[in-house]
């Protein structure tokens, strides 16, 4: 059985910084990291990170966001810096074609 547990999420002032978590198991981690859906807004990749831990970002996190794995590889991190109000939504962790029910950041004075 597949479950996800995200944690991590919460408010932040413009320039802040948050890490969310995310638990995995029951899947294969080949492939897993993070989409987000802003408010009225489709769902957009944010980055991944492969078992052999190769990384990728969209342009709009690259430099400010970093994607890990880490405790017994089960465990996929997202650390934020530099958190912009476009940042604001929620966020998904994936593992392969299995989805968390998201968890939500929002960043506003």
């Given at each position: 059985q597949v479950e996800f547990v995200e944690s991590g999420g919460g408010s932040v002032q413009p320039g802040g910084s948050l890490k969310l978590s995310c638990v995995v198991t029951g899947v294969n981690m080949y492939a897993t990291g993070w989409y987000r859906q802003a408010p009225g807004k489709e769902r957009?990749?944010?980055a991944s990170i492969t078992d052999t831990t190769w990384e990728d970002y969209s342009e709009a996190v690259k430099g400010r966001f970093t994607i890990s794995r880490g405790g017994t590889r089960n465990t996929i991190y997202l650390s934020m810096t530099n958190l912009t109000p476009e940042?604001?939504?929620v966020y998904y962790c994936f593992a392969m074609d299995s989805w968390g029910k998201g968890i939500l950041v929002t960043v506003a004075s």
């Open positions: 957009e990749y944010v940042d604001t939504g």
